[in-house]
Every structure is written in C-alpha cells, then in structure tokens.
Nanobody
Framework: QVQLVESGGGLVQPGGSLRLSCAAS????????MSWYRQAPGKERELVAG????????DYGDSVKGRFTISRDNTKNTVYLQMSSLKPEDTAVYFC??????????????WGRGTQVTVSS
C-alpha cells in the first residue's frame, strides 16, 4: 500500500516557476525524511533537496540553492518543491523519496515514479 505520487511537472520557459507535489500514503508520513531527486538523460540521479520529518532540517543541492524551496505538510501527507528561476539544466525527471530507519537499523526507502520537468524556450 506504500505509494508516492508526484505531480506538477510540465514544460516551462527559462526563468519560469513550477511547483511539484508528492502525495504519500501507506506509511507514517511524519516519521520519514522526504527528499526530491532528479535524473536527466545520461546523468546520474542527484539529490535536489531534503527535509526532516518535523521540517526543522533542510538541505539543498548546490545547483538549486537560492532557487528551490522544499516544504512539507504532515496533515496532508504531502511534500512540495517550489522551483523558481528555472534553467534548461534543471530539465529532468523529478522523483520523490521517503526514508526512515527503525531502532534495529532496518532501512525503509520508498520512491515515487517521477514527474517530468522540461525547461525550454
């Protein structure tokens, strides 16, 4: 029943903005660190942004700092990625990830199927 569904991708012009959403179900959302990754054709998957379960710890990849903002709403089981000042280099499939470890050090990772973001004129 674990499910992560990304939405909000599309085609935008350079300098434009886009907001991605990831709706989660089937697990205790607030316990999980949520992250956005992206992968462009021929490139390795890279971390875009991450946010802790409570929202108090946030990190960004160097290439998106100052332009992207990650946030979460634990009442809606949703994580967001607000993207501004978009560049062609931001073109990629964007994936949502949930990660949690229990006290037995067992790791639980879940991935969405991705949403396409294309930045082009």
């Amino acid at each position: 029943q674990v499910q992560l569904v990304e939405s909000g991708g599309g085609l935008v012009q350079p300098g434009g903005s886009l907001r991605l959403s990831c709706a989660a179900s089937g697990f205790i959302f607030s316990r999980y660190r949520m992250s956005w990754y992206r992968q462009a054709p021929g490139k390795e998957r890279e971390l875009v942004a991450g946010i802790s379960g409570t929202g108090d710890n946030i990190d960004y990849g160097d290439s998106v700092k100052g332009r992207f903002t990650i946030s979460r709403d634990n009442t809606k089981n949703t994580v967001y990625l607000q993207m501004s000042s978009l560049k062609p280099e931001d073109t990629a499939v964007y994936f949502c990830k949930a990660a949690w470890s229990d006290w037995a050090y067992r790791r639980y990772d879940h991935w969405g199927r991705g949403t396409q973001v294309t930045v082009s004129s």
